[in-house]
Nanobody, 126 residues
Framework: VQLQASGGGSVQAGGSLRLSCAAS????????VGWFRQTPGKEREFVAAVSWSGQYTYYADSVRGRFTISRDGAEKKVYLQMNGLRPEDSALYFCATRTSVRYGEFSLKSSDYTFWGQGTLVTVSS
């Protein structure tokens, strides 16, 4: 059972990156998925979430209009397209899923997510 986040890197302000969260070993498609980010000394921060069906999404105010979350059931992946990146977007990004709620709602709280992938680092320079 594994979640693998990838796609991080270093870009200049205004640039774009697409993060991927790939699942293996469980039925990924029936659970909601969230992306969170964390910088040293700060708590993990909600970024975006998508429902199990992919129909519903939600974004933190700080990224709304710049980031897009989506999922591909066939590929067992969730994506976070990040456009218009800013230095303050620099962080370690994590994907997570709520395996306690089949076909359930996503959440903005990191404590509601039960399974986490390792982080992928995003660095945005000014």
């Amino acid at each position: 059972v594994q979640l693998q986040a990838s796609g991080g890197g270093s870009v200049q302000a205004g640039g774009s990156l697409r993060l991927s969260c790939a699942a293996s070993g469980f039925t990924f498609s029936i659970y909601p998925v969230g992306w969170f980010r964390q910088t040293p000394g700060k708590e993990r921060e909600f970024v975006a979430a998508v429902s199990w069906s992919g129909q519903y999404t939600y974004y933190a105010d700080s990224v709304r209009g710049r980031f897009t979350i989506s999922r591909d059931g066939a590929e067992k992946k969730v994506y976070l397209q990040m456009n218009g990146l800013r230095p303050e977007d620099s962080a370690l990004y994590f994907c997570a899923t709520r395996t306690s709620v089949r076909y359930g709602e996503f959440s903005l709280k990191s404590s509601d997510y039960t399974f986490w992938g390792q982080g992928t680092l995003v660095t945005v320079s000014s």
